[in-house]
């Protein structure tokens, strides 16, 4: 069973910066594609940005300019970097990570920004 695994959740103060890490073990971490996902409370889930297995991105309109995704294939890893963070940023933050007939989601890191 893969279970990805974030990290790096933590209370911020409005205008800093983050940066998460998921590690997924267990599949050969280069041929997925991998995602960031956010659910804040009351609001449905909702993408941040993805990544696919040939290293292109993809972020929506709302989330361009202040999220960047990045991977590192040796370390089974993908990271969130988050910039002038915003109190509406505050969420449970979600690592995906699918392909293959796959579908794998991490249990969350809670990201909570303070005016």
């Known amino acids: 069973q893969v279970q990805p695994v974030e990290s790096g959740g933590t209370l911020v103060q409005a205008g800093g910066s983050l940066r998460l890490s998921c590690v997924a073990s267990g599949i050969t971490f280069r041929i997925y594609a991998t995602a960031w996902y956010r659910q804040a409370p009351g609001k449905q889930r909702e993408l941040v940005a993805a990544d696919s297995s040939d290293g292109s991105t993809y972020y929506p309109d709302s989330m361009k300019g202040r999220f960047t995704i990045s991977r590192d294939n040796a370390k089974n890893t993908v990271y969130l970097q988050m910039d002038s963070l915003k109190p509406e940023d505050t969420a449970v933050y979600y690592c995906?990570?699918?392909?293959?007939?796959?579908?794998?989601w991490g249990k969350g890191t809670l990201v909570t920004v303070s005016s």
């Open positions: 995906n990570i699918r392909g293959h007939g796959n579908d794998y």
